[in-house]
């Protein structure tokens, strides 16, 4: 038997139950200022960019609107113009930081069909890609290696943010402010 050993999972596993319809972990992200503890690296009026707890790929992120809602239809313009160019944005942070040869992005709309954990919050995937990523590890032994720690990512893209014009640094600690 395989054995692969992730720790950092013990906080997932023994997470208090919450009731999705009434306690949504990216509107307590939205509303919380303790920025770095739940990975938001960066913010803008309606949106806030936040890594991903369980990465595909380093780097992978989630763009994630303040309003909660499953369905794309119900953001208003200025929403969506706001989540377009965060993602823009991220676009921008992850080549800067990271490098990647390609991005995969997109959204998981429709319930768990999708295949997404959150379905009442929408919220869009960006995961950086690089030419031969998907290595013998995937397709021989059915195990994903992640190169880089989230904490290690937070840094180079908050850096990374934190270099883009009009941006605001608030601290070490906080989300970039993107205007």
């Given at each position: 038997?395989?054995?692969?050993?992730?720790?950092?999972?013990i906080?997932?596993?023994?997470r208090?139950e919450?009731?999705?319809?009434?306690?949504?972990?990216?509107?307590?992200?939205?509303?919380?200022?303790?920025d770095?503890?739940?990975n938001?690296?960066?913010?803008?009026?309606r949106?806030?960019v936040?890594?991903n707890?369980y990465?595909?790929?380093p780097?992978?992120?989630?763009?994630?609107?303040h309003?909660?809602?499953?369905?794309?239809?119900?953001?208003?313009?200025?929403?969506l113009?706001?989540?377009?160019r965060?993602?823009?944005?991220?676009?921008?942070?992850?080549?800067?930081?990271l490098?990647?040869?390609?991005?995969?992005?997109?959204?998981?709309l429709?319930?768990?069909?999708?295949?997404?954990?959150?379905?009442?919050?929408?919220?869009?995937h960006?995961?950086?890609?690089?030419?031969?990523?998907?290595?013998f590890?995937p397709?021989?032994?059915?195990?994903?290696?992640?190169?880089?720690?989230?904490?290690?990512?937070?840094?180079?893209?908050?850096?990374?943010f934190?270099?883009?014009?009009?941006?605001?640094?608030?601290?070490?600690?906080?989300?970039?402010?993107?205007?």
């Amino acid at each position: 038997m395989d054995k692969v050993f992730a720790p950092w999972r013990i906080e997932w596993v023994e997470r208090e139950e919450t009731d999705p319809d009434v306690d949504c972990v990216f509107c307590a992200f939205a509303a919380d200022d303790d920025d770095r503890a739940n990975n938001v690296v960066a913010r803008s009026d309606r949106a806030f960019v936040l890594l991903n707890n369980y990465p595909y790929n380093p780097g992978h992120v989630m763009v994630i609107p303040h309003d909660h809602t499953g369905d794309y239809g119900d953001l208003d313009d200025e929403t969506l113009l706001d989540h377009a160019r965060l993602k823009q944005r991220t676009f921008d942070a992850l080549e800067a930081a990271l490098g990647p040869d390609a991005f995969n992005a997109g959204l998981n709309l429709g319930g768990s069909a999708a295949g997404g954990s959150i379905d009442d919050h929408l919220h869009t995937h960006v995961v950086p890609r690089w030419e031969g990523d998907t290595n013998f590890m995937p397709v021989v032994s059915d195990t994903k290696v992640i190169v880089e720690a989230v904490e290690d990512t937070y840094d180079r893209l908050h850096e990374a943010f934190a270099e883009q014009e009009g941006a605001t640094v608030v601290g070490d600690d906080a989300a970039i402010r993107i205007e």
